[in-house]
């Protein structure tokens, strides 16, 4: 099972990202899909999660400005960030959990840089 994260890089302050994440390989459930991320110097911590049955959760510090979608048919998850802040600055990691296998996947992560 491979997770390819996209769509990260720099942007300005106030400014939008589109954040994909592709799951392939051989997994035929995908119960809840997430975005996690790091600052340097940070512990990891959850961003969004969005479930098989369409609920979604938020960290605080996103709510309102982050938006967490998934399409079943590609196997994606995707996160769509707008009015982002220098805090915002992460490495920001896609996560799947499968019930079939009861594992955790893992992509390699893709840089969120939030400067001017």
């Known amino acids: 099972v491979q997770l390819q994260a996209s769509g990260g890089g720099l942007v300005q302050p106030g400014g939008s990202l589109r954040l994909s994440c592709a799951v392939s390989g051989s997994i035929s459930t995908i119960n809840s899909m997430a975005w996690y991320r790091q600052a340097p110097g940070k512990q990891r911590e959850l961003v969004a999660k969005i479930f098989s049955g369409g609920s979604t959760n938020y960290a605080d510090s996103v709510k309102g400005r982050f938006t967490i979608s998934r399409d079943n048919a590609k196997n994606t998850v995707y996160l769509q960030m707008s009015g982002l802040k220098p805090e915002d600055t992460a490495v920001y990691y896609c996560?799947?959990?499968?019930?079939?296998?009861?594992?955790?996947?893992w992509g390699q992560g893709t840089l969120v840089t939030v400067s001017s």
């Open positions: 996560n799947v959990y499968s019930s079939q296998s009861m594992r955790y996947y």
